[in-house]
């Protein structure tokens, strides 16, 4: 049993310990075999001393992210303090920051240890698989890392793809042409390029074809070269799917692939895709899996307490 007295001199105590202590209570509970007494600037931790030693360090590194970003969440303290696996190498040297500059002067970064993990994996490798629960930023890192490629010059073109799947439901007739018909089932590829591209910019690109986004079923046939190719919910395409987009790919070429295995739209006798993929392609070299988890979320912080939920229910 040993103890440490940790000073924040430097730091404002709400900003590190949180109004009434809201985010001590959170650290409190990612170390609860430690007793942990905060008075005025100091931090006073008693316990078993390895305990003591990994939390001194987990509370250095998270004081390092609130020099850098400025805030300390929920999520940044689970992610720091209670994930063993949390690549602290990323935090201490900076590693991955800014992608891009986005609208209006939006930072876009990657901000956990996973989303870290997936940029720092697209630039070892020309093929990487983001799997995980919805929030996680799969798809929003990997535009980012496509349009950082384009303005980079590393890259001529952007391709997106989805496959057409509803999610649950029939929407029937849609009026319209075959874009009008096809743009609901992508919007959220346009979503994430309109935070991250000038609007007459990405129109531009959209016109001349730097910037494609197409249904997965009119990649057949096509060899892509000297471009970044994404696609996304992964998880609603068949195995013949995967497998023609995936030697869709040509010289010079960077191929993300993202996908959430516990929300699938196919048919009950068609079998997921990127499901199949994980179990075939995991062990090739230049072929990457980054798996991302509820840590990883990074909207409104009810949508960890609802993914938890049905994955209870799951399992009942």
Known sequence: MIEKIINIDTYNPVDIFG???SILNIIKNNFIKLKIIARGNNIKIIGDEYQVLNFEKKFALLLTHF??????TEND?????GDEDFDTENIKSGNGDVLIHGRNGKIIKPITSNQYKLVNSCKKNDLVF???PAGTGKTYIAVALA???LKNKEVKRIILTRPAVEAGENLGFLPGDMRDKLDPYLQPLYDALRDMLPTQKL??????????IIPLAYMRGRTL???FVILDEAQNSTISQIKMFLTRMGKFAKFVVTGDITQIDLPGNQASGLIHAQGILDN???IDFIYLNKNDIIRHKLVTKIINAYRKDKIK
Not at 67 to 72: C, L, T, V, W
Not at 77 to 81: G, K, T
Not at 203 to 212: A, F, H, K, R, V
């Open 203 to 212: 129109l531009t690109y959209l016109e001349d074809g730097t910037i494609e």
């Open 67 to 72: 020099d850098k970003f400025g805030k300390i």
């Open 19 to 21: 109004v009434n202590d």
């Open 147 to 149: 349009v950082k490629a």
């Open 225 to 227: 070269d000297n471009a």
């Open 284 to 286: 090739i070299s230049g």
């Open 130 to 132: 983001a799997i995980g």
């Open 77 to 81: 303290i689970n992610q720091i303090m």
